[in-house]
């Protein structure tokens, strides 16, 4: 049974639970009114949903909450709540969330609200998942996407992102999924969630790839989604957002996809009239988000625009 508590006047948060049979999904869900338009927030590798809220209820989930829309955000297998957590003896691909995952917590909502989710929001890797998914599934209550920081591989070149990317990313990290069975990213303050060692090398294939193919069986899912007409896209950066979801990065995403006259993209930054230079983490955890772009994704939301 979900658990009902309230962080703030007025609204309530819930967890529900999907049992399947050799694991358990965790979906959160913020809210205020019933009725509202639903929002399904899926996060990216090596973290989990808390990166779109926290204890004491703070976050975008709850800023979206508080501001009318129902609010659901996704553990996506084996992270926060959902469990039993990767491990040498618990490992699954990365086409777990995009074919199984995502339409599990879809159909969730829709059990929950009778329809919906009406907007999809991502963070990092996340936005690949939601993308991979819409590439071979049509939604009929989807009104909108935002990405924060979302990028399908990665090609900007410096120092920083050598280190990052091709050291700690492709060379510390595969040594150690390869060698523990599974990436223990916590243990080693590499990021707040483990992830299953299938998964975690199936993501570097995408990410260092040229072409956007299922390596199972050669399915392309750039081709797919540029035949798509694909609801606005808003994706938006940090300014300081130099190695994992850089803006050259970010926006190559929108292209491949089809570049659509409906995509919006936005680097988010004290040069662009911001009130900090955010990167890829605190552009959702910065204290100061919520009056500063928070905003700008609340009005999106309420009313995609074309751009100009």
């Known amino acids: 049974m979900p658990t009902i508590f309230y962080i703030i006047s007025g609204m309530q948060s819930e967890s529900l639970f999907i049992n399947k049979e050799h694991y358990k999904l965790h979906l959160k869900r913020f809210w205020k009114q019933e009725n509202a338009p639903s929002i399904l927030l899926i996060h990216g590798s090596i973290e989990d949903g808390k990166i779109f809220y926290s204890k004491s209820g703070k976050g975008l989930a709850p800023f979206l909450a508080a501001n009318g829309f129902d609010v659901f955000v996704a553990d996506l297998r084996g992270r926060g709540k959902s469990t039993p957590h990767p491990s040498a003896n618990h490992n699954f691909g990365h086409a777990s ?50 990405f924060f920081g979302s990028k399908r591989d990665i090609r900007v070149k410096s120092l920083k992102k050598w280190w990052t990317v091709n050291v700690i990313w492709f060379g510390f990290c595969t040594f150690l999924a390869k ?130």
């Open 97 to 146: 969330a995009f074919e199984e995952d995502i339409p599990d917590f879809i159909e969730e909502i829709n059990r929950t609200k009778g329809q919906g989710p009406h907007h999809l929001i991502s963070h990092s890797w996340g936005g690949v998942h939601l993308m991979a998914y819409l590439a071979k599934n049509d939604l009929e209550d989807l009104k909108s996407l935002v």
């Open 179 to 308: 060698t523990k069975g599974y990436l223990p990213a916590r243990k080693y303050k590499i990021g707040s969630a483990d992830e299953a060692k299938d998964y975690f090398l199936e993501v570097n294939k995408w990410v260092r790839s040229k072409d956007w193919k299922d390596h199972r069986d050669g399915f392309d899912y750039a081709a797919a989604l540029q035949s798509k007409n694909i609801p606005p896209i808003l994706s938006i950066t940090g300014s300081s957002d130099t190695e994992i979801g850089h803006p050259v990065d970010c926006k190559r995403l929108l292209k491949e996809i089809g570049d659509q006259e409906n995509f919006v993209f936005k680097v988010i930054g004290k040069k662009q009239g911001y009130q900090h230079d955010y990167d890829h983490i605190n552009l959702l955890t910065h204290k100061d988000a919520k009056n500063d772009h928070f905003k700008e994704v609340l009005e999106w939301l309420k009313n995609p625009k074309i751009k100009s």
